[in-house]
């Protein structure tokens, strides 16, 4: 099934198959942060993410948001289609974290009156600068039509991803998704995991994602398994 490896990134590979129209998402145990400055890796995280990721997908799939994704051909594998990825990080935020919180000089925490759409370039060379809608236009990214629709989208997914991580016990504070287009059409690509989202617990207000790896906060493989726990039992 899988064949020549067409790319590897940070955290996973991708394979083509004997068909063009479909690829194989190899998941890598490995963590990186900061532009991947900072690295780290621990046993079983690609299958915990993969697991978290096929899970949503299908919820969301369910949910009336087309994804790429096929069906799971192993404990890190997953058999998607092609599509072909627009480089913009589609960043939705409910509550104030990271770079926008420190961009603006507000403390982390602030819940927003309603859900914030960002677009970030995709370019490690440029460190994934925010940009403006125009800026994307002008950019050659999207085409002006897609604008309204990635943010449509990226609201959809927020919605859905909020129910589920509320029964879960945690909050969505803020999260990325890539988007891709297949047959003229957007669908939601790449993975939704601790990796790329910010969760905190409902009562503890424990963070329960990849600012463990971040800010040094320590049980970040029982951080991802819990969460794997948790959506599991909402979802399953
Ligand atoms: N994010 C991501 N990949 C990136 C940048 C951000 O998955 O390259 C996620 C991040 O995990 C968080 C959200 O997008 O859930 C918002 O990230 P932010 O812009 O606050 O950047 P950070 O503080 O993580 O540098």
């Not at 994804?67 to 289609?81: D, G, Q, R, W």
Request: glycine share 6%; proline share 3%.
């Amino acid at each position: 099934m899988k064949k020549d490896l067409m790319y590897e990134g940070k955290a996973k590979r991708i394979y083509a198959t004997e068909k063009p129209e479909e690829v194989v998402v190899e998941y890598k145990d490995s963590l990186t942060a900061f532009n991947a400055l900072k690295k780290g890796s621990f046993d079983g995280k690609g299958a915990l993410n993969l697991q978290i990721t096929s899970l949503l997908f299908e919820h969301l799939a369910k949910n009336g948001v087309p994804t790429h994704l096929i069906k799971t051909l192993s404990a890190t594998e997953l058999l998607v289609k092609k599509v072909e990825i627009i480089p913009l990080e589609v960043v939705v935020r409910n509550v104030l974290a990271g770079s926008t919180a420190k961009k603006f000089g507000i403390e982390e925490g602030r819940v927003l009156d309603r859900p914030l759409v960002e677009f970030y370039y995709k370019d490690d060379a440029l460190a994934d600068p925010f940009l403006s809608d125009d800026q994307a236009l002008m950019l050659g990214v999207v085409k002006e039509s897609e604008i309204p629709q990635l943010k449509t989208m990226a609201l959809k997914v927020n919605e859905i991803m909020g129910q589920v991580m509320g029964k879960a016990g945690l909050t969505l504070v803020d999260f990325k998704i890539e988007i891709g287009r297949l047959d003229g059409k957007l669908v939601l690509a790449d993975e939704i995991s601790p990796d790329c989202c910010r969760l905190w617990d409902k009562k503890t207000g424990e963070k329960m994602d990849k600012d463990r790896f971040r800010r040094d906060l320590g049980n970040v493989a029982e951080t991802y398994q819990e969460v794997c726990k948790r959506l599991t039992e909402v979802l399953k």
